[in-house]
């Protein structure tokens, strides 16, 4: 992970984060800080450079990337043609592997499955400087 420079616009997103971000290497827990904290290469793609627009949340306290959870969603549709034509090759039209496809071709890019990149003491730094600048909300 690079230094990370965030953006007001982003801290107000910690107060969803109900999960401690796992020690780098281990296991994903879908707590989102590292979304949150750094648009990845693909994100930034979408769009904004300071807030991901394929961040989801799956209304538990867990985030996914909405790139490999549900691109179709997420994707402009001119940069779906080559997937929806995979789908079509499918009996009735309506197989899904083109999205299947590009579920995993994301999911592959992103590295998961393979656990936490996000950089401890790069998150531990985001979140002091969170605090440092949150604001008392105004009764």
Same mark, same amino acid.
């Given at each position: 992970m690079d230094k990370?420079?965030?953006a007001g616009a982003v801290w107000h997103l910690l107060h969803?984060?109900?999960m401690d971000k796992?020690? @780098?290497g281990k296991p994903?827990?879908?707590c989102g800080l590292c979304c949150i904290a750094e648009v990845c290469d693909l994100g930034k793609e979408l769009g904004d450079e300071e807030r991901c627009r394929a961040l989801i949340s799956l209304g538990t306290g867990r985030f996914a990337c909405g790139l490999v959870a549900?691109?179709?969603r997420f994707l402009p549709p001119e940069r779906l043609v080559p997937w929806h034509a995979i789908d079509q090759l499918a009996p009735g039209g309506q197989?899904? @592997?083109g999205e299947q496809a590009l579920k995993a071709h994301f999911a592959g890019l992103l590295g998961a499955g393979r656990g936490?990149?996000?950089d401890d003491e790069a998150i531990q730094a985001f979140q002091d400087e969170a605090d440092?600048?949150?604001q008392l909300p105004l009764l």
């Open positions: 990370l420079e965030p969803l984060v109900s796992p020690p @780098q994903c827990n879908g549900d691109p179709y197989g899904g @592997q936490c990149d996000a440092a600048n949150r």
